[in-house]
């Protein structure tokens, strides 16, 4: 009777002390939890063009965990493809990525971008014209501004191209999905003509120049 006794007593205190220093314990180890998920994962957007070709070179490359495309940039909400095209609502076709840092970087990630575009076309990517197509930047943290506009300064010093980049850098808006027809489109159709003659030659570039940022299948 008396060990019960005891038992109990001891279970009493436990309950006592854990709620009297939850605050102190549990929180930091809660924020340490969140401040580890943040840094496992980060988000970038990029327009290089028609998302088709843009998520087809990013969803191959390791550490981006899912590539969405996308519209974002514009003045309405919930743009569909149509208005889009039709360059009433201001939006870029895009795509959002989320990557971990710890096996590719952003700054990775900005050299992907310029090297499967030409960003010295304003509002064209090859065939495809119009604002739709434009090359720009979406930011999501000062950082991420900072390293895009320096190394947009690298480049345009450096004369990478003959012409001026004219790739836009701006902060991250309103992102909306596209219509799921649009989702993993290469992957979903590559016999079709654009498929199989815009994106695969691009896909097959991709490889052969980043053999080492390629996912293991």
């Known amino acids: 009777m008396k060990k019960k006794k005891s038992s109990l007593i001891f279970i009493i205190l436990i309950f006592l002390f854990s709620g009297l220093?939850?605050?102190?314990?549990?929180?930091?180890?809660?924020?340490?939890l969140v401040s580890m998920q943040d840094k496992k994962q980060q988000k970038a957007t990029f327009g290089s063009g028609c998302f088709w070709c843009t998520e087809a070179v990013f969803e191959l490359v390791d550490g981006v965990i899912s590539v969405?495309?996308?519209?974002?940039?514009?003045?309405?909400?919930?743009?569909?493809?149509?208005e889009v095209c039709n360059e009433s609502t201001g939006h870029a076709?895009?795509?959002?990525?989320?990557?971990?840092p710890e096996i590719i970087s952003y700054d990775e990630l900005l050299e992907i971008f310029w090297k499967t575009h030409d960003p010295t076309t304003l509002n064209?990517?090859?065939?495809?014209?119009?604002?739709?197509?434009?090359?720009?930047?979406?930011?999501?943290?000062?950082?991420?501004?900072?390293?895009?506009e320096?190394?947009?300064?690298?480049?345009?010093e450096s004369g990478?191209?003959?012409?001026?980049?004219?790739?836009?850098?701006?902060?991250?808006?309103?992102?909306?999905?596209?219509?799921?027809?649009?989702q993993d489109y290469y992957s979903n159709n590559p016999n079709l003509g654009?498929?199989?003659?815009?994106?695969?030659p691009k896909v097959e570039k991709f490889k052969e120049v980043f053999k080492d940022k390629l996912k293991e299948k």
């Open 21 to 32: 220093t939850g605050f102190i314990i549990y929180e930091p180890f809660n924020n340490h």
């Open 68 to 82: 969405t495309s996308g519209y974002t940039g514009g003045s309405i909400k919930n743009p569909t493809y149509e």
């Open 93 to 100: 076709e895009a795509v959002q990525l989320t990557f971990d």
């Open 124 to 148: 064209q990517q090859g065939n495809d014209v119009g604002t739709q197509y434009r090359s720009v930047i979406f930011y999501h943290s000062e950082k991420q501004k900072q390293l895009a």
């Open 150 to 156: 320096k190394y947009k300064q690298a480049l345009d």
């Open 160 to 182: 990478a191209w003959e012409k001026p980049i004219v790739t836009d850098i701006l902060p991250a808006t309103d992102f909306y999905k596209a219509e799921n027809y649009h």
């Open 194 to 200: 654009y498929c199989a003659y815009i994106i695969a």
